[in-house]
């Protein structure tokens, strides 16, 4: 026997209908790529999306057609990606910070139809133009532009199209399993690889989301998305906001400190989310502004390890609560978050704090474990001290990659994320490293992240990466690439014993290395491939 309720598919554009109905006034600020301002709200970004909606469909786009975004974090772009999912085309964001050749090989192996940009990426587009043929529109993010027309005469305009087509569109029902959007992975190794995400995926992820003990949100909320929308759909914050009716401040191109520490003052902002690179900039930035960030309740930290020292630099200076979460591309992305239960309320701040650095535990619709294979499915106890390799198994996280056959899952269902980490037993996530990050030093394990954290710890460290170094009698053993504060006098010998005191003698690193810049990933994650490449022989 069925239950008599009503069916209603869960879809994307069910979300921005809501907001514009319910939340129509609700601001949403805009940075554009010429650092000016744009101010709109839920109900004028609702009719841009349709009027866009009609825009595609003249251009005869059709339904799981790819459309491509590669754009900053703009309304133009919210506007844009809600058309595109909400009409049953396939939102492909696409991290302009990839290299020309992997830029061709996503869109082609997207098989994208049309590309829009903003105009900083405009040489980007016409650098890899004649390599992927099969994109018949080019659409420019803004209004009309002589030099974007001129380096590509086939161009359209996004403003010319909102203006000439009307905002009378009805958002097309189709099942709630229909491909609504895609991203492929940053792909370290190898060529990335696209998750395809659902619309029914994306609007259980975005409950699950807005839930309290995850990122927390609110009509009262004004929200700073710094996580580009490119990387994992911003999060899937842009939906949370549609859903809760909260205020957005869209950064466009302004990702450095003094930027967001002026976005934050001026806009109110009381959440952010970004990756712990960011956070290290605005800080030091707040700090020179000698702005206290009033406004600013939590920050979401996700994306690398938030080191500890972070954490208490958001807490003692800016009294702001820092949530720090876990996830991947393949999981739409969020996995855990971390907000402390009942039972914690009576211990000291301190053993609260242990807790709070932990990646969090999962909200309900995503189900963790840890094995002691990679493939396989045999559990390691939940201890909090055992680690092994990380699977999930959830309502939004991936089942096959974009375009392949063969399943991503173990023989029981589960995914393998390729993180190593250990799970305590009210279920909190403690993320030990990347399986490939991980250094193995005469046979034993040791963590490049607790390292890092150390490291990052010591007040004249701006940021530093560990990792292994080839070694004669030990296979490996863990170096430290670091970067100085201005005017520090710290030595190599002084950050070495720093660690003295903190972890086992035989995991000290054997050698610190100062660098005026450390690689960071499209998505700014610390590049230790890189590292490795360059470093990995200096112990030999
Ligand atoms: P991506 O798919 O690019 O978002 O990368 C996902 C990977 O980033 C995860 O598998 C982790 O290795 C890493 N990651 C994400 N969040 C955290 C976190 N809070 N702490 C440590 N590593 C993280």
């Given amino acids: 026997m069925h239950g008599r309720m009503m069916f209603q598919p869960l879809l994307i554009s069910n979300l921005l209908d809501h907001a514009a109905r319910y939340h129509g006034d609700t601001a949403i600020i805009s940075k554009n790529t010429d650092g000016s301002i744009s101010k709109t709200d839920w109900t004028h970004v609702s009719e841009n999306s349709k009027r866009f909606a009609n825009a595609l469909k003249n251009l005869g786009v059709q339904m799981h057609d790819r459309v491509a ?4 974090n703009n309304h133009r772009h919210l506007e844009s990606w809600y058309a595109i999912s909400g ?13 020309p050749e992997q830029l061709i090989f996503i869109i082609n192996d997207a098989k994208d139809r049309v590309v829009l940009f903003d105009k900083t990426f405009l040489p980007l587009i016409t650098g890899v133009k004649a390599h992927i043929p099969q994109v018949e529109h080019f659409i420019c993010l803004g209004a009309f532009d002589q030099d974007v027309a001129d380096a590509l005469p086939e161009v359209k305009f996004y403003d010319v199209l909102i203006a000439e087509n009307s905002d009378q569109f009805e958002w097309p ?20 690889k696209g998750a395809l995400y659902s619309h029914r995926s994306t609007v259980l992820h975005t409950y699950a989301i807005c839930l309290p003990d995850s990122l927390n949100l609110s009509a009262s909320d004004v929200m700073l998305p710094v996580v580009p929308m490119f990387h994992v759909n911003a999060w899937g914050t842009p939906y949370a906001a549609a859903m809760v009716g909260c205020t957005v401040v869209l950064p466009g191109p302004g990702l450095d400190g003094a930027s ?3 976005m934050i003052d001026e806009y109110k902002v009381t959440v952010a989310l970004g990756v712990p690179t960011i956070w290290q900039g605005l800080l030091t930035a707040a700090k020179q502004a000698g702005s206290v960030l009033p406004s600013l309740q939590r920050n979401v930290v996700g994306g690398s390890a938030c080191p500890p020292a972070m954490m208490k630099a958001f807490r003692d200076l800016f009294n702001c609560e820092t949530i ?12 855990t978050s971390n907000q402390l239960k009942a039972k914690h309320r009576n211990l000291s701040e301190d053993e609260q704090f242990k807790i709070r650095l932990s990646q969090g535990r999962p909200p309900f619709g995503v189900d963790l474990r840890i094995t002691t294979e990679e493939k396989g499915t045999t559990e390691v106890i939940r201890d909090g001290h055992n680690t092994g390799n990380l699977q999930v198994k ?18 029981d269902g589960w ?7 250990s799970l305590n037993e009210d279920g909190y996530l403690y993320l030990s490293d990347r399986a490939k990050d991980l250094i193995k030093s005469g046979g034993e394990w040791i963590s490049s992240v607790e390292l890092e954290n150390i490291a990052m710890g010591h007040p004249e460290i701006a940021m530093a990466a560990v990792i292994a170094a080839k070694h004669s009698k030990w296979d490996e053993r863990p170096i430290v690439i670091a970067i100085k504060h201005k005017d520090a006098q710290i030595t190599e010998e002084g950050l070495l014993e720093y660690f003295a005191d903190k972890v086992a003698k035989w995991q000290i690193p054997d050698k610190a290395i100062f660098v005026e810049a450390i690689p960071l990933s499209g998505t700014g994650k610390m590049l230790k491939k890189d590292l490795r490449e360059k470093y990995d022989s200096v112990l030999l």
């Fill in 415 to 421: 995914f393998d994320t390729g993180d190593i980490a």
């Fill in 87 to 99: 009409s049953g085309f396939v939102c492909h964001t696409i991290n302009p910070r990839l290299f």
């Fill in 69 to 72: 975004t590669i754009a900053w």
């Fill in 260 to 262: 967001l520490v002026q």
């Fill in 324 to 335: 720090h979460a876990w996830g991947m591309t393949e999981m739409s992305p969020l996995g």
């Fill in 173 to 192: 029902e189709f099942d709630e399993n229909t491909a609504s959007s895609l991203c492929y992975t940053s792909g370290t190794t190898g060529n990335p």
């Fill in 394 to 411: 959830g309502h939004w996280i991936i089942s096959t990659y974009f375009g392949k056959d063969e399943s991503a899952l173990t023989s």
